[in-house]
């Protein structure tokens, strides 16, 4: 069965080897779910060009919906090789925002083959868009966000929402729980993490705590298909989990995630504010949106 499906991806990649950049991921450097995610891929692209949705934040709002109910599977991209990992089935909490950039980023240019999805999700998932081992992917939210904003694929609003305040952490969970992340058994790999810890010393962002987050103000400067990213309190750590954020029909937040809770891709039942009134290791949040670009 692997032989086949293999063959038959080969076969479709040929076809669309004429809508890639350079260097991008190569067949032996991906892994597939099963044998119809190509297939499901093509679909869900079809059906978000056939949407009449055009700017970015109506197509990650559009693909959310599409994706709800979709089982929460953790570390799914994790394995003796690191892959681009195409899995629209299984979903964890930064999977599903990978997924959603990838989805929209695929139809903003008027594309629908899975071939240029796995090339905007290798973009968005990887330093510099190029998959080079495991100390290539961005694991870090903060480094996520610093890389693809230098690439003009993302924005963070965070400062231009009223009411932000500057953070300042330094982020080196990896390196200082080094037990807990298999990969970093191999000494070259954990120096290369360490050393890309090393530029987030005392790093400064803004976030917005969560008690403000059902103001006027932040409400009306958030838009449906925003990321968002909760702040944790957590040591070493800057982000603790992903979502995107759609409003109620009060034009209240609430968030969309693949929810380990939940069990699946859910819209949260209540407001962000009551979301995240329990969580005692979040202090905040970050918002995040595609950046729109001239095809």
Known sequence: MKKTLLSCIAILAMGYAGTLENKAATMQQMRFHCEKDTTELNALLEKGLKSGKKSANELVTFYAYEL?????????????????TINIDELDCTTFVETLYALTRTTMSERYSWRDFAN??????????????????????????????????????????????????????????RDS????????????????????????????????LNGKGICNAVQEGDFVGLVCKTPGLDISHMGMVVK??????????????????MKEPKPIVEYLRPKKGVIGVRFFRIKKRDY
């Open 248 to 265: 109620n029909e009060k034009g209240e937040l609430v968030v969309i995630d693949a929810s380990m809770t939940g069990g699946k891709v």
């Open 120 to 177: 905007n999700l290798e973009n968005v998932r990887y330093r510099e868009g190029r998959i080079d081992g495991y100390a290539s992917r961005l694991h870090y939210i903060s480094e996520w966000a610093v890389d693809n904003t230098s690439r003009g694929n993302i924005e963070e609003i965070t400062k231009d929402v009223p009411g932000a305040r500057e953070l300042i952490k330094t982020i080196n969970f990896m390196s200082t729980h």
């Open 68 to 84: 709800l109910g979709r089982p929460y599977v953790a570390h799914t991209l994790e394995g003796e090789t690191e892959m681009l």
């Open 181 to 212: 992340y298999p990969a970093l058994k191999d000494d070259e790999t954990f120096n290369t993490i360490k050393k890309y810890e090393d530029g987030y010393r005392n790093h400064k962002t803004y976030y917005l705590k969560k008690e403000q």
